[in-house]
Nanobody, 125 residues
């Protein structure tokens, strides 16, 4: 079994920063693309940023220049550095892992589209 656990959310004022972390725990063999999604109240979940194992990144236009995604493959961890936060960034932020391979006994199992529980980010004036 593998779990994704986010941390680092909180309540801040506009212009401030937060750093989110997501750790994949378990007997991991390899993880493909990992990413951050967010879902604001009453809205659909949207991609914020993603990063491959080779550190190729994709950043949503709405956060480009303010948010940075990074990855530590050895620790199976991704980060989202969020600067110059705006009220529109208020949402629950979810970690996602695509094509996650993990050991189960003598076998390697494959899971597509794994999700964490989410961490809440609130920006208030």
């Amino acid at each position: 079994q593998v779990t994704l656990m986010e941390s680092g959310g909180g309540t801040v004022r506009p212009g401030e920063s937060l750093r989110l972390s997501c750790v994949a725990s378990g007997r991991i063999f390899n993880i493909g693309i990992m990413g951050w999604y967010r879902q604001a109240p009453g809205k659909e979940r949207e991609l914020v940023a993603s990063i491959s194992g080779e550190h190729t990144t994709t950043i949503a236009d709405s956060v480009k220049g303010r948010f940075t995604i990074s990855r530590d493959n050895a620790r199976h961890t991704i980060y989202l550095q969020m600067n110059s936060l705006e009220p529109e960034d208020t949402a629950v932020y979810y970690c996602n892992a695509d094509n996650l391979l993990y050991y189960e006994g003598d076998f390697v199992r494959q899971v597509f589209d794994s999700w964490g529980q989410g961490t809440e980010v609130t920006i208030y004036s």
